[in-house]
């Protein structure tokens, strides 16, 4: 039986009783009739749920929702520094995973948490496909990158990628030669499968701050001297001109 029948019924037996008060002139006529309120704590509980039952059910999911985005906030690893890997063949992000962790090799523990991590943005697309609309997402997206991420100061490029990179200021963007990447990042990074296979003649380099808009930003100034020191550790071949 729903709480609502239940509550009629009640609220019809008082007002039986006290039609039977008045006849016998126990009450006066132009007494008000009391509000029926539950009086057992099942009753209460009851009649709560039966007023708020949504109202709780929402607050319940929503306090939920947020323990667990302020969970993942609070756990999600910080990283010392960004970097862009940008190449006009594609590049699984599984490939990209070990590129990360092969990178943190030769990386710092810059914000002093204790753990070095390092993030590889990929901005890799097939040039072969013909979506424009994709690869032009892509192209902003690096030029975002070089011109509000204070983290993203070493990138892994492929020659097509260096050449772009190089129109998009008037005096370029690196401020570091262009260095082939060796035989054991491949080996480390790459894959046994045909599709896994890294793009040929990718080259590591950093990018200049100064005369830039990071020129006085404190965080990439540290980033800066962090991502030099990587370049100067990571394996390469030979030096590029650029």
């Known amino acids: 039986m729903s709480n609502k029948i239940i509550d009629e019924q009640r609220r019809a037996r008082n007002e039986f009783i006290k039609l039977k ?4 002139g126990e009450i006066s006529a132009e007494s008000k009739s009391e509000e029926i309120v539950p009086i057992t704590f099942k009753e209460k509980i009851q009649n709560y749920w039966y007023h708020f039952k949504w109202h709780t059910i929402i607050s319940v999911f929503l306090v939920a929702v947020m323990t667990v985005l302020i969970a993942q906030c609070a756990n999600r690893e910080k990283q010392d520094m960004v970097v862009v890997f940008f190449a006009h063949s594609p590049v699984l992000d599984s490939q990209i995973e070990k590129v990360e962790k092969y990178i943190e090799q030769y ?6 948490n204790g753990k070095v991590a390092v993030q590889v943005v990929n901005c890799s697309f097939n040039q072969k496909s013909g ?3 994709y690869a032009q997402a892509v192209l902003q997206k690096v030029q975002a990158m070089i011109a509000t991420e204070p983290k993203a100061i070493l990138y892994i490029v492929d020659e097509k990628a260096e050449k772009y990179i190089n129109t998009i200021t008037e005096n370029g963007v690196f401020e570091s030669e262009t260095k082939l990447l060796s035989e054991e990042f491949y080996s480390k990074c790459g894959g046994t499968e045909e599709y896994e296979t890294l793009p040929e003649g990718l080259k590591i380099a ?3 701050i100064s005369d830039t808009t990071m020129e ?3 965080l990439a100034k540290k980033v800066h001297s962090a991502a030099k020191e990587v370049y100067n550790k990571i394996p390469t071949k030979k030096t590029v001109a650029n």
Do not use: H, P, S, V
């Not at 008060?21 to 016998?24: A, D, G, L, R």
């Not at 990386?107 to 002093?112: F, H, P």
């Open 131 to 133: 979506n424009r609309q």
């Open 216 to 218: 006085k930003n404190e």
């Open 206 to 208: 950093y990018r200049k």
């Open 21 to 24: 008060q008045m006849q016998k």
């Open 107 to 112: 990386a710092t523990d810059i914000d002093g």
